[in-house]
């Protein structure tokens, strides 16, 4: 039987031995090398890298045992079958530890080492197959695993982005149902409040006591507070009257900074501008604009009291304005972050809590969104998104 011209190297220092054994393999069709020392053996080995070694055990130089080492450590894919003349268990063992496939004694006879060389050169293709197979295994389990990684990657944004989404939900049916509640309530605290008030208006111009006249006076202002109170509670929930023209961010920022500028200056509150790109002006009303950045300036002066950094950051990408508003305060704790939005929700000891509704409300009113960013102990960072064809 054609064995389809595999290589097979026989090193031998016998000349008899090569002749004979060559005339053998090549009748069986294999492609027959030769040499006659293991160094000579190592040279054709590295050029030709043949299927399978005829090594001899006995030769001068670089012996046999030597030279198999050196082969199966540099050539793991070529196998090897020793000849040797001395048959004890000893050298078998060694020869075999030492990574021979097999070993043939001296004389051998022509079928057995024809049929010896097949059996090995079988075990060869098995095992590099399942070497192969084991390759393609690792590979395959490390495509798994990055699928796996991906999938896993895709499923966590999808459920922040699901998780977000219906915040965003969350936050739209409070909004409504405040819109409701507030347009009722102050249906009905204003009517006392006027009646009040007109009686408080009466009993004044009847007294003359300067002490009395004082006490309501601080009646009327908590009158005011009241009714200020509601203003918000109602700017929070639903849309006052508007008016829409163009408005350019940076010089509301501006502004509004301006107004600021007393408390910035006396807490040393430190501002830092980096208008990347300047939008153009969007249609919008202009004072809805400015409170987003009277509130966010608002609560970033009140966490920095003490001193620290106001950073505004302006940029476009051409679809959509983005404004960064950074304070170097003590941050919003983890708790509190997915409450800040909720209208009454504070942690400060005055104000109503109202501030990031309307602020809310009025981004969400221009198709825009605003989140928290970043916060950590080393501040917080609000981004708010307002589409650039608004309106």
Not at 87 to 111: C, H, R, T, W
Not at 134 to 149: C, D, S, V
Not at 364 to 386: A, D, H, M, P, W
Request: glycine share 6%; with cysteine; hydrophobic share 40%.
């Amino acid at each position: 039987m054609r064995k389809n011209g595999r290589n097979v190297l026989i090193i031998d220092d016998e000349k008899v031995i090569l002749d004979l054994t060559s005339i053998i393999l090549k009748n069986r069709g294999y492609n027959v090398y030769t040499a006659a020392d293991g160094v000579a053996g190592l040279g054709i080995v590295e050029t030709v890298q043949p299927e399978l070694v005829l090594l001899d055990y006995m030769m001068p130089g670089m012996d046999g045992l030597t030279a198999l080492r050196e082969i199966r450590k540099c050539f793991p894919d070529t196998y090897v079958i020793m000849f040797t003349g001395k048959g004890s268990e000893e050298i078998a063992v060694e020869l075999m530890k030492a990574g021979a496939s097999d070993y043939i004694l001296k004389p051998f006879n022509n079928q057995d080492l024809a049929d010896r060389i097949e059996n090995v050169l079988k075990i060869r293709d098995v095992e590099l197959a399942n070497r192969e197979l084991l390759r393609e295994r690792e590979r395959l389990l490390a495509e798994i695993e990055t699928w796996n990684r991906e999938l896993e990657a895709r499923v966590q944004e999808k459920t922040e982005a699901l998780q977000k989404a219906q915040a965003e939900i969350v936050q739209s049916e409070k909004l409504a149902t405040l819109g409701y509640l507030s347009a009722g309530m102050a249906h009905e605290i204003r009517n006392p409040l006027n009646s009040i008030t007109l009686f408080l208006q009466l009993i004044k111009s009847g007294i003359e006591d300067s002490e009395k006249l004082e006490y309501i006076d601080k009646i009327f202002k908590e009158i005011d507070r009241i009714d200020g109170i509601l203003r918000k509670l109602l700017a929070a929930s639903k849309r006052p009257k508007f008016e829409i023209r163009n408005v350019q961010i940076d010089q509301v920022i501006e502004a509004t900074l301006e107004v600021f500028r007393p408390q910035t200056e006396l807490h040393k509150i430190l501002v830092e501008r980096d208008y990347h790109r300047v939008p153009p002006a969007i249609q919008a009303d202009p004072s809805e604009i400015e409170q987003i950045f009277t509130n966010l300036f608002l609560n970033a002066i009140h966490e920095m009291l003490n001193g620290g950094t106001l950073r505004i950051q302006l940029d476009h990408d051409g679809r959509d304005i983005v404004i960064r508003v950074a304070d170097t305060g003590k941050g919003i704790p983890p708790e509190h972050l997915a409450n800040i939005f909720d209208p009454f929700f504070t942690t400060k000891s005055i104000g109503t809590g109202l501030g990031l509704s309307v602020v809310l409300r009025i981004v969400k009113t221009y198709q825009g969104k605003i989140e928290v960013e970043k916060s950590n102990s080393q501040g917080t960072t609000f981004c708010v998104r307002l589409p650039m064809q608004t309106g």
